[in-house]
């Protein structure tokens, strides 16, 4: 268990429709980082966030945002989905260079 | 912009034999090189990481080298094993902390029985 933590595990929607998917980081980290996983293909890094502030930006498409709150958690949202939003959602924190991955949500778009 | 290739992208060795992944870096600034292994269905975990400061670093049996002037850097494997199996995948960062990883595409490693 790395103690980050992600929610919900499994997401099923429809084309079309917006879901918030939710990390939670390890206690005293600082920053949080999203990435998505689609199958058996590599980590595609989204956006990241340090301390309430967006710090990089990445592949990420302008249906998909972001937010870091002040208790640290973070949202990332996703709308107008579609069949190819389809894929395993990474969260990461760090305080220092070593980042720790949550359990993933895997979103399934049908 | 910063740019990292991984080779190969699957690997197949024999139970017991050496295995090794290789990595590029483009930017001559990156100082820390993390690899990271994802076991089917579970997450990524650093497994080994090395700066730019040291050439070689090893844990039991996996060891990274780093070679600065070519700006490659290197992950083997010694007398692997069936928990070897995994998907490896190296990264890039050029600040001291909490800066973006560049990622590799990845090295399925596969051990034969």
């Known amino acids: 268990d790395s103690g980050v933590t992600q929610t919900p595990k499994h997401l099923i929607t429809a084309t079309g429709q917006r879901v918030t998917l939710r990390c939670s980081p390890r206690?005293?980290?600082?920053?949080v980082y999203w990435y998505q996983q689609s199958l058996d293909q590599g980590l595609q890094f989204l956006i990241q966030?340090?301390?309430?502030?967006?710090?990089a930006k990445g592949n990420i498409l302008e249906r998909f945002s972001a937010q870091q709150f002040p208790d640290l958690h973070s949202e990332l949202n996703l709308s107008s989905l579609e069949l190819g939003d389809s894929a395993l959602y990474f969260c990461?924190?760090?305080?220092?260079?070593?980042?720790?991955f949550g359990p993933g949500t895997r979103l399934t778009v049908l | 912009g910063e740019n990292v290739e991984q080779h190969p992208s699957t690997l197949s060795v024999q139970e017991g034999d050496s295995a090794v992944i290789k990595c590029t870096y483009s930017?001559?600034?990156?100082?820390?090189f993390p690899w990271y292994k994802q076991e089917l269905g579970k997450r990524p975990q650093l497994i080994i990481d090395?700066?730019?400061n040291v050439g070689e670093k090893k844990d039991q049996r996996i060891a990274v080298t780093l070679n600065k002037t070519a700006k490659h850097f290197s992950l083997h494997i010694t007398e692997t094993q069936p928990e070897d199996s995994a998907v490896y995948f190296c990264?890039?960062?050029?600040?001291?902390?909490?800066?973006?990883?560049?990622w590799g595409a990845g090295t399925k490693l596969i051990i034969k029985p």
């Open positions: 206690s005293g980290d600082l920053s």
């Open positions: 090395i700066r730019s």
């Open positions: 990461a924190s760090s305080l220092n260079n070593e980042q720790f």
């Open positions: 990264a890039a960062s050029k600040g001291d902390s909490n800066y973006q990883l560049i």
């Open positions: 966030y340090y301390n309430g502030e967006e710090r």
């Open positions: 930017d001559s600034a990156s100082n820390y």
